[in-house]
């Protein structure tokens, strides 16, 4: 073995040997199995007083969530001329075409999901933002809007505002950062969610569904994940506009979201519970929707999602293609409804607009969805039968309901939702909004999240394909 390949590091067991290939970091301890690391897992090498010291994330069996393990000895004498420049370069290959130190604000919502974000925060993943050596800026959020108020005065040196929360706290740093005297530079800041709410949509459609509640995996996003842009959404109601970046539910599916705000003990189960519950009351949703369509043919969608997913090793080029932002918010181009509109008055048991394939670990209910394709993806789904809902569930996280033959599907620059009734339930990233008149417009690629694969984290299987 060529010697500056490898360290060799004396501890209690006996002597271990530390080398690295270009994608993983091997660990060969005496009478053990090997250690294999992926690079990206590595957080931290240093050789402090002729001793190695290792940081880094680990499964203790397949299908565990990470862990943050520290591996520390001292280096064998014959070593040691080597030591300084081995760890240099394995910390360049850890760290390849990413920052180290990352500089972060971190807001954490002590009220968020089943109100344990600050014991999460302090015992799992504040441990490992030290391991990276990042620096930090902590926020409890006091109060409703907290996290809007913050994110409308942030300092424009971050490398990443960390939401420590659910989806509902993402709502409001997005809005605050729209408000910011910079609001395009501000939100260039790279946002990334550490999954301690109720649905954490975002984080499942970053991380996977896997890894979408692991605060682990979602912590080594922040240190190591790449900017990736993604489309806002303007949702303007009597003349205000607010921004979503996720998704806008009218009818059985925001019953479910608002209607079950009491079970957040439950975690995401309370989502199902709304399901059932809506599914048995079977109201209908009385409002007319207008659509601004790009297209609407499902087979075309499905083939076309499968056509653009970029594969990881692109990553490099999305980050380089960060424009240079101008400081004025898009203005909205379509007020107006013009001949290209289409409208749709048959009865509907709910609207969901939105991007993300996932809005929770058991629903896929975008599966076509992609984060910068300037569209919005529009599902109308009409009032079939009770059965016909419940069978919507088998395989709804693959995505299965997409197919539905009264589930209709469209890709669109702009929607509106005229209501014809005062009663109603209307969710905007899951947060409550008055039931009225509403219209929703893209702006392409105008905020910005850390990604760990430069794309969405799931695959819509095509039956047949
Ligand atoms: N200290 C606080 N007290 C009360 N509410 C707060 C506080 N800090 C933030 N909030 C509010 O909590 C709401 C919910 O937050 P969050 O998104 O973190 O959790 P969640 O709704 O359970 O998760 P999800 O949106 O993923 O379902 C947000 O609207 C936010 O304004």
Known sequence: ??????????????????????????????????????????????????????????????????????????????????????VEALMDAAYQGTKRNRHLKVLVNPKGGQGKAVSAFRKKVEPIFHAAQCSLDVTYTRHPKHAYAL???????????????????????????????????????????????????????????????????????VIKGRPMKTDLFSFT?????????????????????????????MGDTRFL???LRGVLRFKPCPVTLSIKVAERDKVKMAEYIRSVQPKDDEIHRQEDQLDQPHDTLPPLKHSDLDEDWISLDTPLLYIYAGQGPYVGRDLMQFPVSLPDDGLIDVVAQELTSRGDMLKAMDEAEK??????????????YAYRVTP????????????????????????????????????????FVVPGR
């Open 237 to 265: 109601q009597n003349g205000n506009r607010h921004f979503s970046f996720m998704s806008q539910a009218v009818g059985l599916m925001a019953d479910l979201d608002l209607g079950t705000e009491s079970l957040r003990w």
């Open 1 to 86: 073995m060529d010697d500056s390949k490898h360290l060799r590091v004396v501890a209690s067991g006996g002597i271990s040997t530390f080398s690295y290939n270009g994608s993983t970091l091997v660990i060969q301890r005496l009478d053990k199995k090997n250690l294999d690391v992926p690079l990206r897992q590595v957080l931290w090498v240093q050789y402090v007083e002729q001793a190695l010291e290792v940081h880094f994330l680990a499964r203790k069996k397949p299908g565990a969530p990470l862990s943050l393990v520290k591996a520390r000895g001292a280096v064998h004498k014959d070593d040691r001329p080597h030591a300084t420049e081995w």
């Open 420 to 459: 014809h009734s005062l009663k109603g339930c209307l969710a905007v990233d899951g947060e409550a909004y008055p039931f009225e008149e509403f219209q929703v417009e893209v702006h392409p690629k105008l905020a910005t999240l850390l990604s760990p694969h430069g794309r969405y984290a799931s695959e």
């Open 273 to 275: 519970l709304g399901f």
């Open 399 to 412: 995505g299965a309901p997409y197919w539905m033959e009264g589930q209709h599907y469209f890709k669109a």
């Open 151 to 221: 994110a409308k005065e942030l300092s424009l040196d971050y490398d990443a505002v960390v939401t420590v929360s659910g989806d509902g706290l993402i709502h409001e740093v997005i809005n605050g950062l729209a408000q910011h005297t910079q609001p395009r530079r501000a939100l260039t800041i790279p946002i990334a969610p550490i999954p301690t709410g109720s649905g954490n949509g975002l984080s499942l459609n970053l991380l996977g569904i896997e890894d979408g509640f692991d605060l682990a995996a979602a912590a080594l996003n």
